[in-house]
Nanobody, 119 residues
Framework: VQLQASGGGLVQPGGSLRLSCAAS????????MGWYRQAPGNRRELVAV???????NYSGSVKGRFIISRDNAMNTVYLQMNSLKPEDTADYYC??????????????WGQGTLVTVSS
């Protein structure tokens, strides 16, 4: 199983970016999917999580600006980031609880995608 994240880049303050993370491999089912971020010198922190049924949870620092969504048919999770601020600059990581045939739910991580918010 692999998670492939994409969509990072350089954006000006107030701008928007959309991150994507696609899961591939011998997937039986996917539970929660989420986005985390880690800025230089900081610990990795939760940004947003979405359950298989669609319920969502956001960190206070992004609530109202970011929207997490998922396409279950495509095994993909998205993060729409609006009104970006310089303090949103970080490596963004996706994760997902994935069950493969013969195994229970395991947590998988994608590689980071860098988001830089700067003028």
């Amino acid at each position: 199983v692999q998670l492939q994240a994409s969509g990072g880049g350089l954006v000006q303050p107030g701008g928007s970016l959309r991150l994507s993370c696609a899961a591939s491999g011998s997937i039986f089912s996917i539970g929660d999917m989420g986005w985390y971020r880690q800025a230089p010198g900081n610990r990795r922190e939760l940004v947003a999580v979405i359950a298989s049924g669609g319920s969502t949870n956001y960190s206070g620092s992004v609530k109202g600006r970011f929207i997490i969504s998922r396409d279950n048919a495509m095994n993909t999770v998205y993060l729409q980031m609006n009104s970006l601020k310089p303090e949103d600059t970080a490596d963004y990581y996706c994760n997902a609880e994935i069950a493969t045939l013969g195994y229970g739910l395991m947590l998988y991580w994608g590689q980071g995608t860098l988001v830089t918010v700067s003028s």
